[in-house]
């Protein structure tokens, strides 16, 4: 058995899937180990006033870039900053679609570049 960090390897083996395309399926149990708290003790919501707390950090730190960068990279920060919540957000919806709907692959949108018009 194999021990890393808080898990301990129980059982590992792998089968051939499919010859023609050459897939394979892999199968790990992991077991935890004595005094690690549960996944779902772990995982939990944010409460109202941790959220409260990131937003003041985020405007925070967006004060701290306009003040010492400028307006534009306050802006590109902005920009980015928005991207990644878009981000998140459609890869939330994907993983929701992707499980309600299991056989069903949902593809990715492709990128227009404005640069390229």
């Given at each position: 058995m194999l021990t890393r960090e808080r898990h301990v390897v129980k059982q590992y083996g792998h089968k051939?899937?499919?010859?023609n395309k050459n897939i394979y399926q892999c199968r790990l149990i992991l077991e935890r180990l004595t005094g690690q708290k549960s996944i779902n003790e772990v995982l939990h919501y944010p409460t109202p006033s941790q959220l409260d707390d990131w937003t003041l950090y985020n405007r925070i730190i967006g004060e701290h870039i306009r003040a010492r960068q400028g307006d534009v990279a306050y802006s590109e920060w902005r920009q980015f900053q928005e991207a990644q919540t878009f981000e998140k957000e459609e890869y939330i919806q994907n993983k929701a679609l992707e499980a309600?709907?299991?056989?069903?692959?949902?593809l990715a949108r492709r990128k227009i570049n404005s640069e390229a018009c």
């Open positions: 051939l899937v499919d010859e309600s709907l299991p056989r069903y692959k949902v």
